[in-house]
Each structure stands twice: as structure tokens, then as C-alpha cells.
Nanobody, 126 residues
Framework: QVQLVESGGGSVQSGGSLRLSCAVS????????IAWFRQSPGKEREGVAC????????YYSDSVKGRFNIVRDNAKNAVYLQMDSLKPEDPAVYYC???????????????????WGQGTQVTVSS
């Protein structure tokens, strides 16, 4: 049974940092593409970063490029999302997902991912 468990969400002030973790079990993560998505109320789920299990390509959405960093730790079967310079537009529930695709130009599409975590809430205060 594949399970993904996110942690590390919370509340920070604008300009602050958070590090999200996603622990994966039931698969050997090094063989799989993994992505971070986020969703805020009334908006569609957005892919913010992904890393390919095929060629190690990494994609960031324009909204987070230069501020967020996705790091895969195959030894721990985990992936992290380091979020710096958080902005008032970043609050959302953040999800990790795996067994999908990471396109070099458009990133990750939620409909293509088979396994999801439960999400972790990120709040940014100004």
C-alpha cells in the first residue's frame, strides 16, 4: 500500500520560511516522479514543483521559481519542499503526490498522479 505523509506546515510571517516534508512508503521513490501541489479555497490545484524519476529533471512554477526548492532524498524515501521568502499569495494546503509525470515546460498535472498525501496547511501573515 502506497502512503504519502506530509508534515511541516504552519503559520509564518511574510518573508519567512518553511520546510515541508513528505515521507513515502510502499514504493521505492527513486524510480518515481514526485511533485508538490497546492490548493487554496476557490482555486484549482496548482503544481508548484516536481522532480522526475526518469531523468532527475526539476520543474518550478513561475509563481515559486527562485523561492522554493524541491529536494528528493532517495535514501530516506522522502521529498522536501524548502519554501523561502513566503508571500501573502502562497497560503494553501500543500500536497505531495507521486506516480505521475513532470514536464520540463509545464510541470505536473494533478489528474496524472495516482497517489496523494493528506495535505498540510501553510498560512502566511503580512
Amino acid at each position: 500500500q502506497v502512503q504519502l505523509v506530509e508534515s511541516g506546515g504552519g503559520s509564518v510571517q511574510s518573508g519567512g520560511s518553511l520546510r515541508l516534508s513528505c515521507a513515502v512508503s510502499g514504493i521505492t521513490l527513486r524510480h518515481y516522479t514526485i511533485a508538490w501541489f497546492r490548493q487554496s479555497p476557490g482555486k484549482e490545484r496548482e503544481g508548484v514543483a516536481c522532480t522526475s524519476g526518469v531523468d532527475d529533471d526539476i520543474y518550478y512554477s513561475d509563481s515559486v521559481k527562485g523561492r522554493f526548492n524541491i529536494v528528493r532524498d532517495n535514501a530516506k524515501n522522502a521529498v522536501y519542499l524548502q519554501m523561502d521568502s513566503l508571500k501573502p499569495e502562497d497560503p494553501a494546503v500543500y500536497y505531495c503526490a507521486t506516480d505521475g509525470f513532470c514536464y520540463s515546460d509545464t510541470g505536473a498535472r494533478p489528474s496524472e498522479y495516482d497517489y496523494w498525501g493528506q495535505g498540510t496547511q501553510v498560512t502566511v501573515s503580512s
